[in-house]
């Protein structure tokens, strides 16, 4: 029996594509101090694909604001490098966001060692 071959949607491609070639282009073109060590974490993009929410990790959590504020800044030259890579008609306004995830699961992994260790601390104080 032959399995169907999923099918992805053209936004969910489309978004995958994004996602490495902004990276790529934040990594070798843009020489803005204020944006350090970032990732895309991940990219939403409208079902038209006129729009992108362009999801930004920043290593440094203190200079988190600054680096948005410069990808922001810089985002009409990563839609022109889009244009010339991608060879697409339209390329979507690009709005950066912080994504606070993987911050957010560190803060828990670390709350949760915490309660780890102080059970065990309980445990032999009560020995």
Do not use: C, W
């Amino acid at each position: 029996m032959k399995r169907p071959m999923r099918q992805y949607k053209r936004s969910a491609r489309f978004n995958s594509l994004l996602q490495e070639e902004i990276s790529d282009i934040i990594r070798t073109r843009l020489r803005d101090p204020r944006i350090g060590f970032v990732s895309i974490t991940h990219v939403e993009t409208t079902e038209d694909l006129r729009s992108a929410r362009i999801f930004v990790s920043v290593f440094d959590e203190t200079a988190e604001t600054e680096a948005i504020e410069a990808l922001r800044n810089a985002s009409g030259l990563i839609r022109n490098q889009l244009l010339h890579r991608l060879r697409i008609r339209r390329v979507p306004e690009l709005k950066f966001f912080p994504d606070r995830n993987i911050a957010h699961s560190i803060h828990i992994s670390q709350v949760l060692d915490s309660l780890k260790d102080d059970e065990t601390h309980e445990e032999s104080d009560q020995s």
